[in-house]
């Protein structure tokens, strides 16, 4: 079982749909992130989770909601997205005083 | 804040060939630097870190990476590629103190020829 499990691996939502990811670490982690990875940009960060406390929010539209309820789940709802959030969505934890981030294989979602 | 540049979009070598792939920093302090590989459609992988001690750290797959304190660099090394290396490469650096959040580069696509 690897460390970072993130679900589902692709989709596919309309404009107007409601949809969540998940992400599950089994690494006994207390941080937990999400990024954005778009095709020729940078990694962005959007959302960092301390101990399943919001301590970063990168200014990130409020279509995207991310939920934490414990240390090892991490959620990110989506709601009336736009054709340009299509992009891979990964998931990433480390340890609160820890040093290196472990990432899950990230959710391909497009939008249409 | 702190920032990390990787000149390099890309960079195409032969198989069997040496690699350096650069990594520079900026950070009030010396960071705790990394270096992560994405295959397509893949997370990123560790390939290894640099916390103190030896400027040198080796990491998995045969890469290693140098730490230089004068010149701000953090550049990854591999005396010979082989095909799978293919991939994009990711220089991030993570503050010392506090809650860890990474900074990452723009990444480094390696082509690699036959």
């Known amino acids: 079982e690897t460390g970072v499990t993130q679900t589902p691996r692709h989709l596919v939502m309309g404009m107007t749909n409601k949809k969540s990811l998940k992400c599950e670490q089994h690494l006994g982690h207390n941080a937990m992130y999400w990024y954005k990875q778009s095709a020729k940009k940078p990694l962005e960060l959007m959302f960092v989770?301390?101990?399943?406390?919001?301590?970063e929010n990168n200014s990130v539209p409020s279509r995207f909601s991310p939920e934490c309820p414990n240390s090892s789940h991490l959620f990110l709802h989506l709601h009336t997205l736009q054709p340009e959030d299509s992009a891979l969505y990964l998931c990433?934890?480390?340890?609160?005083?820890?040093?290196?981030?472990?990432f899950g294989q990230g959710t391909r979602l497009t939008v249409v | 804040a702190q920032s990390v540049t990787q000149p390099d979009i890309h960079i195409t070598v032969s198989e069997g060939a040496s690699l350096e792939l650069r990594c520079n920093y900026s950070y009030g302090a010396t960071p705790y630097l990394f270096w992560y590989v994405q295959s397509p459609g893949q997370g990123l992988q560790l390939l290894l870190k640099y916390f103190s001690g030896d400027t040198l750290v080796q990491g998995i797959k045969g890469f290693e990476a140098e730490f230089k304190r004068s010149q701000s660099s953090f550049n990854l090394r591999k005396p010979s590629v082989h095909w799978s290396d293919a991939a994009e490469y990711f220089c991030a650096v993570g503050p010392r103190g506090g809650s860890y959040i990474p900074t990452f580069g723009r990444g480094t696509s390696l082509i690699v020829h036959p």
């Open positions: 989770y301390s101990l399943e406390e919001r301590v």
């Open positions: 990433a934890s480390s340890q609160e005083e820890g040093r290196e981030a472990f």
